[in-house]
């Protein structure tokens, strides 16, 4: 059974920095696109950032760019999100989720297979 556990939320204050990470056991992760989506409180889940499997190919929503970082390694099977000059709006529930329809790139939340339960991200102004 494929699970996903996400770490490294917590409170900092604005312009500061976590890393959150995502590590999976049940499956290798070698062979599939993951990627981090978020929760702000009382909005709907949205696209933060993929991966594909090697790291090769990432892509970022536009309220990230430039300021997260998605990264991946597949030999301690965790993902990983850097985030930096974090505002009030950067807060919400992080999630992780891998796809396993191998090759797909999406954004959309409803394609991907496995969640984590989400760590919680606060960021004081």
């Known amino acids: 059974q494929t699970q996903l556990v996400e770490s490294g939320g917590g409170l900092v204050q604005a312009g500061g920095s976590l890393r959150l990470s995502c590590a999976a056991s049940g499956r290798p992760i070698s062979s599939f696109v993951m990627a981090w989506f978020r929760q702000p409180p009382g909005k709907e889940r949205e696209f933060v950032a993929y991966i594909n499997w090697n790291g090769g190919t990432t892509y970022y929503s536009d309220s990230v760019k430039g300021r997260f970082v998605i990264s991946r390694n597949n030999a301690k099977n965790t993902m990983y999100l850097q985030m930096d000059s974090l505002t009030p709006k950067d807060a919400a529930v992080y999630y992780c989720?891998?796809?396993?329809?191998?090759?797909?790139?999406?954004?959309?939340?409803?394609?991907?297979?496995?969640w984590g339960q989400g760590t919680q991200v606060t960021v004081s102004s």
């Open positions: 989720a891998l796809d396993i329809q191998y090759g797909r790139l999406s954004v959309q939340p409803a394609e991907y297979h496995y």
